[in-house]
T-cell receptor, first 114, second 113 residues
Framework: GAVVSQHPSRVICKSGTSVKIECRSLDFQATTMFWYRQFPKQSLMLMATSNEGSKATYEQGVEKDKFLINHASLTLSTLTVTSAHPEDSSFYIC??????????FGSGTRLTVV | AQSVTQPDIHITVSEGASLELRCNYSYGATPYLFWYVQSPGQGLQLLLKYFSGDTLVQGIKGFEAEFKRSQSSFNLRKPSVHWSDAAEYFCAVMETSYDKVIFGPGTSLSVIP
């Protein structure tokens, strides 16, 4: 079945630094990748949609300059949290889809900013 | 606007008892519907999905869900709950035209011996 690899699974960074999270589709070409954020004991909120080779579409309220998304190939999307602050600490999950036939989620990245 | 509601924030059931988790959606057409499970600190696992056809969908781990168009519902059921089923359950809707998934708020399931 379709597999999405997300790396790293956990990361701790200092306030003011940037962190990059990778999302790779291992055995299929993902036409679209999505990035979600989940606060403790809350649901997943869509942050942005990225299509290969084009700019990401951000949901209302998501700062595009803080959360940089790059989708350079059909198998890789990256989310960079720039100038991270403690309030950016969260669980970030990516998903990848091929032609709208459902989603495959990555295992998530736990970001802690200290 | 499209939305997904899960009326029960938290449910506690006894091991071996039956389970039903409710999900309602607000959408003009028939969307794609999903149920996911998330264990603490873990990612999401797809339990089942409905795209079209038979309205009773079988999933993994003994779960099933029934799509009822008239009620805009997609409730998840399991005849006999196991302690390992304790987790967070999310109902999700995919907007067919836009390939964007909207998640419900989730239902936390506790299982008591």
């Amino acid at each position: 079945g379709a597999v999405v690899s997300q790396h790293p699974s956990r990361v701790i960074c200092k306030s003011g630094t940037s962190v990059k999270i990778e999302c790779r589709s291992l055995d299929f070409q993902a036409t679209t990748m999505f990035w979600y954020r989940q606060f403790p004991k809350q649901s997943l909120m869509l942050m942005a949609t990225s299509n290969e080779g084009s700019k990401a579409t951000y949901e209302q309220g998501v700062e595009k300059d803080k959360f940089l998304i790059n989708h350079a190939s059909l198998t890789l999307s990256t989310l960079t949290v720039t100038s991270a602050h403690p309030e950016d600490s969260s669980f970030y999950i990516c998903s990848a889809t091929q032609r709208g036939y459902g989603y495959t989620f990555g295992s998530g990245t736990r970001l802690t900013v200290v | 606007a499209q939305s997904v509601t899960q009326p029960d924030i938290h449910i506690t059931v006894s091991e071996g008892a039956s389970l039903e988790l409710r999900c309602n959606y607000s959408y003009g057409a028939t969307p794609y519907l999903f149920w996911y499970v998330q264990s603490p600190g873990q990612g999401l696992q797809l339990l089942l999905k409905y795209f079209s056809g038979d309205t009773l969908v079988q999933g993994i781990k003994g779960f099933e869900a029934e799509f009822k168009r008239s009620q805009s519902s997609f409730n998840l059921r399991k005849p006999s709950v196991h302690w390992s089923d304790a987790a967070e359950y999310f109902c999700a809707v995919m907007e067919t035209s836009y390939d964007k998934v909207i998640f419900g708020p989730g239902t936390s399931l506790s299982v008591i011996p």
